[in-house]
């Protein structure tokens, strides 16, 4: 069984930045897989950014390519997503998973309750 509780999210003007974090409990954390997502009102959960286990592995989004980054931390049980440039566009609820490799939310076994991002312009 795995936990997950994100944080930071909040308000900022774009072309801001803010730095989301995941903290997972569980002993089987570090054997997962990590993903963010998220969802804006009235669309579909969409994928944003995943990390392997060993976290030698990272994809993200063509539409956050090269302004947001996932990183995790296994000795704190961490996953983050630092989010730079941020756009009105970015604004929806986040959530990380914990799952396996994939941009696919199916494949994903556990979920955080999400994290509020609002872009303003």
């Known amino acids: 069984q795995v936990q997950l509780v994100e944080s930071g999210g909040g308000l900022v003007q774009a072309g801001g930045s803010l730095r989301l974090s995941c903290a997972a409990s569980g002993r089987t954390f570090r054997n997962y897989d990590m993903g963010w997502f998220r969802q804006a009102p009235g669309k579909e959960r969409e994928f944003v950014a995943i990390?392997?286990?060993?976290?030698?592995?990272?994809y993200h989004a063509d539409s956050v390519k090269g302004r947001f980054t996932i990183s995790r931390d296994k000795a704190e049980n961490t996953v983050y997503l630092q989010m730079n440039s941020l756009k009105p566009e970015d604004t929806a609820v986040y959530y990380c998973?914990?799952?396996?490799?994939?941009?696919?939310?199916?494949?994903?076994?556990?979920w955080g309750q999400g994290t509020q991002v609002t872009v303003s312009s």
């Open positions: 990390i392997s286990a060993s976290g030698g592995l990272t």
């Open positions: 998973a914990a799952g396996h490799y994939s941009s696919k939310w199916s494949d994903y076994d556990y």
